[in-house]
């Protein structure tokens, strides 16, 4: 951050307060300088950040934080608010290993009142702030900022219900700039932007400004009027009418871009009792030079160029999971009719914007409303149709009581491609797939898969697809596949809970899961050079799973280590450990999979090091294991 800049003299929102309209100006294009260039070097999620920069320069300069309360929704909106909040200097170290989050984080910065990762929590949290606030008779301002992709989401509207029914002391910024991640869909989306399509409201204005601004003297009084009369219509043809009736008093639409009328209202509003909702107008990506409001531009990895977003090192890795998931859905979607697909506001994430190009009417984007699509989809397959349900295991545990309640309880074939399971890098704590092992083992009439490779991954779709009842869940990482993988129509169905022994021998038995089978093969290469001759299984299905490979595997070894890119707890390992122990108390299963405790951002390959997961800890828990047993003889 150069000296010269404005923002090279802010250490804090306190330096905010005597700054000028046009200094505040100043220092919003040197944020978002700033920030580009940042983020052209560590990688993050930009998109959301510059469209926020002046209002969180207004925020801060009117409220008094950290007293005040900001309660920033999913957190992508939230690297504006770290720079000025005394973390310039350490930006360089955003989704890094002990550096900055790309979330918000508590245990962070004192000016981070509420973490955020997934979308919708931020009224429901500063709800529950000015309720505590009041309970301890305290004094202070709480404002939820929200985005608009987020009211896609039930829990905004359970928050924006009891808020504003309670006519408690809180704001509500809603950050409409007609993008979540994704362009937005649904009802609320076309309700939002009706205000600034509404051509009859759009005309009256500006005649509206016109008869003030030619009015005579003796008439000047009818400009404030006039201005009421225009407040009328305005809360008769535009959104203020739904959260009027909500209980919230409603300020808006305004440009979220222009300061000076950023700082009136807040100023207005921050001197004001009772529930309000002020409705900002911003740009998703403003000012970054590769493009604006396109969805490739939410996040971006490191090292790229902001002139073009192009990455400035070329890779010859293999198609990740992702890519090769949605173009493998794609090609079966060609040859089976009843195929259709739900993502929840992630087409790109989810790899299926392809799907939605090639097969428009099958395809559903509900928006982040991840409860909603898997009920859909219960309701879906009651007709006929076999819906793929494709969310990050993270944001699937969102919709945990719809795929119980809807799906596994009336045994519907729903399939559910969860990516992003286990551990996902510099994504961090609050992304990180470590718990749908165990969350999706629980569900009665569910079928549970994790494939070793990309080709396996589309074999086990395609099970799944032809799976007549119950869910189907299919795990996959952030990462790229370790094969390459052939057109969708050359692979074949993976046989029903089936297991393949990839290697036999007479020592430790390894049950590997998902993308810990090549890890545990190179483990097993590496101790036979120790003389461990040791036997691999790609536990492909967890559940149902091979009982004949097993109980083929119990007769020929005492130890069994489950390794597992997951929760140790109650996981694979745990299961396996009770179905082996009805079978033959002698033999002992020992889980091998993420320990109970959080996993913060580091890269992937550092976070798999770290708990024991790849092939050099593998072979180091086998050796342990061995050692335990000549000892028992």
């Known amino acids: 951050?150069?000296?010269?800049?404005?923002?090279?003299?802010?250490?804090?929102?306190?330096?905010?307060?005597?700054?000028?309209?046009?200094?505040?100006?100043?220092?919003?294009?040197?944020?978002?300088?700033?920030?580009?260039?940042?983020?052209?070097?560590?990688?993050?999620?930009?998109?959301?950040?510059?469209?926020?920069?002046?209002?969180?320069?207004?925020l801060h300069h009117v409220f008094d934080t950290p007293r005040d309360q900001l309660v920033w929704d999913v957190g992508h909106q939230g690297y504006p608010h770290k720079v000025l909040t005394g973390r310039a200097d350490r930006m360089g170290t955003l989704r890094q290993e002990d550096g900055l989050s790309?979330?918000?984080?508590?245990?962070?910065?004192?000016?981070?009142?509420?973490?955020?990762?997934?979308?919708?929590?931020?009224?429901?949290?500063?709800?529950?702030?000015?309720?505590?606030?009041?309970?301890?008779?305290?004094?202070?301002?709480?404002?939820?900022?929200?985005?608009d992709g987020s009211l896609g989401s039930g829990l905004a509207y359970e928050g924006l219900n009891n808020a504003g029914a309670s006519h408690r002391d809180m704001v509500v910024v809603l950050n409409d700039n007609e993008m979540s991640i994704a362009p937005n869909v649904g009802a609320?989306?076309?309700?939002?932007?009706?205000?600034?399509?509404?051509?009859?409201?759009?005309?009256?204005?500006?005649?509206?400004?016109?008869?003030?601004?030619?009015?005579?003297?003796?008439?000047?009084d009818a400009e404030r009027l006039l201005h009421k009369w225009e407040e009328s219509l305005k809360a008769f043809l535009t959104p203020g009418v739904l959260f009027e009736e909500l209980g919230f008093r409603y300020f808006g639409p305004i440009d979220g871009h222009d300061i000076p009328q950023l700082v009136e209202?807040?100023?207005?509003?921050?001197?004001?009792?009772?529930?309000?909702?002020?409705?900002?107008?911003?740009?998703?990506?403003?000012?970054?030079?590769?493009?604006?409001?396109?969805?490739?531009?939410?996040?971006l990895p490191p090292g790229h160029d902001p002139a073009t977003g192009k990455q400035r090192s070329t890779s010859t890795a293999n198609a990740n999971y992702t890519s090769v998931f949605g173009k493998g859905l794609s090609e079966l979607m060609d040859e089976d009719k009843r195929v259709a697909v739900i993502t929840a506001a992630m087409p790109s994430g989810t790899g299926t914007q392809d799907v939605a190009k090639a097969h428009p009417t099958r395809f559903f984007d509900v928006g982040i409303a991840e409860g909603h699509?898997?009920?859909?989809?219960?309701?879906?397959?009651?007709?006929?149709?076999?819906?793929?349900v494709a969310i990050y295991s993270t944001f699937l545990q969102r919709a945990y009581d719809n795929i119980i309640h809807d799906v596994a309880i009336q045994n519907l074939p729903?399939?559910?491609?969860?990516?992003?399971?286990?551990?996902?890098?510099?994504?961090?704590?609050?992304?990180?797939?470590?718990?749908?092992?165990?969350?999706?083992?629980?569900?009665?009439?569910?079928?549970?898969?994790?494939?070793?490779d990309g080709r396996e991954m589309l074999g086990l779709l395609k099970t799944g697809v032809s799976h007549g009842s119950g869910a189907f869940s299919i795990r996959y990482p952030r990462d790229a596949s370790p094969d390459i993988v052939p057109a969708m129509s050359t692979i074949d169905?993976?046989?029903?809970?089936?297991?393949?022994?990839?290697?036999?021998?007479?020592?430790?038995?390894?049950?590997?899961?998902?993308?810990?089978?090549?890890?545990?093969?190179?483990?097993?290469?590496?101790?036979?050079?120790?003389?461990?001759?040791?036997?691999?299984?790609?536990?492909?299905?967890?559940?149902?799973?091979?009982?004949?490979?097993?109980?083929?595997?119990?007769?020929?070894?005492?130890?069994?280590?489950?390794?597992?890119?997951?929760?140790?707890?109650?996981?694979?390992?745990?299961?396996?450990?009770?179905?082996?122990?009805?079978?033959?108390?002698?033999?002992?299963v020992h889980a091998h999979g993420v320990p109970d405790r959080i996993v913060y951002a580091a890269p992937r390959a550092r976070q798999l090091k770290a708990c024991g997961l790849d092939d050099a800890g593998i072979a180091e828990r086998v050796r342990a294991l061995h050692g335990t047993e000549a000892v028992a003889r």
């Open 373 to 388: 699509g898997v009920t859909m989809a219960a309701g879906m397959a009651t007709r006929g149709v076999r819906p793929v």
């Open 265 to 299: 209202t807040l100023r207005a509003v921050r001197a004001m009792k009772g529930t309000m909702l002020v409705h900002v107008v911003t740009q998703k990506g403003k000012g970054f030079p590769a493009g604006e409001h396109v969805e490739k531009w939410h996040a």
């Open 188 to 220: 609320m989306h076309k309700y939002l932007t009706s205000v600034q399509r509404n051509s009859l409201y759009n005309r009256i204005r500006t005649k509206i400004g016109d008869l003030a601004r030619q009015a005579p003297g003796p008439f000047k």
């Open 414 to 452: 729903v399939v559910l491609c969860l990516d992003r399971a286990g551990l996902v890098g510099e994504d961090g704590e609050t992304h990180g797939g470590l718990y749908d092992i165990a969350y999706m083992l629980a569900v009665p009439n569910t079928t549970v898969t994790a494939p070793k």
């Open 493 to 588: 169905a993976v046989p029903y809970a089936s297991w393949e022994v990839l290697r036999q021998g007479s020592d430790v038995a390894i049950f590997a899961v998902g993308t810990m089978v090549l890890p545990s093969l190179k483990a097993a290469e590496a101790l036979a050079v120790d003389g461990f001759d040791v036997t691999v299984v790609n536990c492909r299905f967890l559940k149902p799973y091979d009982r004949a490979v097993l109980a083929q595997i119990v007769a020929d070894h005492k130890q069994i280590l489950v390794v597992e890119e997951g929760t140790v707890v109650n996981g694979f390992g745990a299961m396996m450990a009770a179905v082996v122990a009805e079978m033959d108390a002698s033999v002992c």
């Open 1 to 58: 951050m150069g000296n010269s800049t404005l923002l090279s003299r802010i250490t804090g929102p306190a330096d905010l307060k005597s700054l000028s309209a046009a200094e505040m100006q100043q220092l919003a294009a040197d944020l978002r300088a700033f920030l580009i260039d940042t983020c052209s070097r560590t990688g993050g999620h930009i998109g959301a950040g510059l469209g926020v920069v002046e209002l969180t320069i207004a």
């Open 102 to 147: 790309g979330f918000l984080k508590r245990s962070e910065s004192p000016f981070d009142s509420f973490g955020a990762g997934h979308a919708a929590t931020s009224i429901s949290a500063a709800y529950g702030m000015a309720v505590a606030r009041d309970i301890m008779g305290e004094e202070f301002r709480v404002v939820a900022i929200i985005g």
